[in-house]
């Protein structure tokens, strides 16, 4: 698989994390002996992967490495063929959460717990307010929460190109207010369960909302 990649990526991976700026596009081609016209055709791809970025003033610039941008990129293709791809990529992240769930709940610490309850108290005020809003923000950042401790940038890269594209299918648009409030109910019993040490109670009710989104009304 390595040989696949191209030289400049190649480049990057043989960096020092704390290497200083890339040098320009010129130097660079003769240093790696690649044509201009590749080379900057192969530092876009790296900036599209969210390896690189590219300014003005700063020049190019090594970023730290996430898996984020590269699913986001290939996902959002897939949806865009075919909206079909959007519910197999969920039913993937179920699994992906399912898997992952207690070692992650597990390290949660008691600031995190706190700030889990205080996203609960934000959404229920959205639902109960006049008028009622969808607590959509407080949606993707309690399920994202709950997996911040795991050591493993590969599935919070996929939990987080997730809820990228939940956003591009209309999934937090308004829907069902009886729905809606289902959905907090369980989250409420999740995290709940999580702060008293209750991980197969939550994880059960985990598996239980996510199971609604197939019964969701049409908003």
Request: hydrophobic letters at 40%; zero cysteines; a negative charge.
């Amino acid at each position: 698989m390595l040989y696949k990649l191209s030289g400049f990526l190649k480049y990057l991976a043989s960096r020092e994390d704390d290497a200083e700026g890339i040098p320009a596009l010129d130097i660079l081609s003769q240093e790696l002996d690649i044509n201009r016209a590749a080379l900057r055709e192969q530092v876009a791809v790296a900036r599209a992967l969210g390896l690189v970025s590219v300014k003005p003033r700063t020049g190019t610039r090594q970023l730290p490495y996430t898996f984020t941008p590269a699913i986001e990129q290939s996902l959002g293709y897939a949806i865009l063929k075919d909206r079909a791809s959007f519910e197999k990529y969920s039913e993937l992240r179920t699994h992906v959460e399912s898997a992952y769930f207690h070692q992650a709940v597990k390290k949660l610490t008691p600031d995190d717990i706190q700030e889990l309850r205080n996203l609960l108290e934000s959404a229920w005020r959205k639902l109960r307010g006049t008028p009622a809003k969808i607590p959509h923000e407080e949606h993707r950042k309690l399920h994202l929460l709950m997996y911040k401790r795991l050591d493993n940038i590969f599935v919070t890269g996929i939990l987080e190109a997730y809820w990228e594209a939940y956003e591009a299918v209309d999934l937090n648009i308004f829907t069902d207010y009886t729905y809606l409030t289902e959905v907090w109910e369980y989250h409420t019993k999740i995290i709940e369960s999580i702060a008293r040490g209750e991980y197969d109670t939550a994880h059960q009710l985990l598996l239980e909302h996510t199971e609604l989104i197939t019964v969701r009304p049409n908003s």
